[in-house]
């Protein structure tokens, strides 16, 4: 019995639904496959999956206030032109940090907070039409940060043309292995 306790209080007990059992299953919501969010793009002749930014705020505000942080995050989804599935939150203590994510059709948006030392860490990834640059005079706004460092990344541009064309798709992803394994049984 005690074991049972233990794993319930850490949200894993499979006999007793839990919290974070209840969010992953509100979180899942089936999507049309026109309406895919998350298809790779091709932009100024590249191709990728999406825009990675990480982006550092210095001398900033507002870094432990948890309402204040799930707003501008809200905002930035918003302005990116991006659809928000769900953001989670954590507050430490004692030093007041927050580490969270705003979980996307298109990715997420993840941001960790170091308030004592006017610092926070934030992780945009984007893929589709979203625009997550965008995201980052929200974020300089929002938190009042005397600095702000951006370092982009164009994920997956290394890709091969065949599994490139498989994913710029917005209908349903091939699989391909699964089309050599049907090649070699037939």
Known sequence: MA??????????DLTRS??????????????????????????????????????????ASRL???????KTLTRCVDVAGATLLHIHLHHFTPNGGVSGVAVLSESHISIHSWPEADYAALDVFMCGEAKP??????????????????????????????NWQAASSKQAPVRLKSVKKAKKAA
């Open 133 to 162: 640059e965008l995201c980052v005079d929200v974020l300089r706004e929002a938190f009042g940060a005397r600095d702000v460092k951006v370092k982009t990344h164009q994920r997956g541009e290394e890709l091969d043309e065949l």
């Open 18 to 59: 839990s919290t974070a059992q209840e969010e992953d299953h509100r979180v899942a919501a089936p999507v049309a496959h026109e309406d895919r969010k998350d298809f790779f793009i091709e932009r100024d002749g590249v191709r990728y999956a999406g825009t990675h930014l990480i982006v550092d705020l210095f001398g």
């Open 64 to 70: 432990d206030d948890l309402e204040h942080i799930k």
């Open 3 to 12: 074991f049972n306790d233990t794993l319930f209080q850490l949200g894993m």
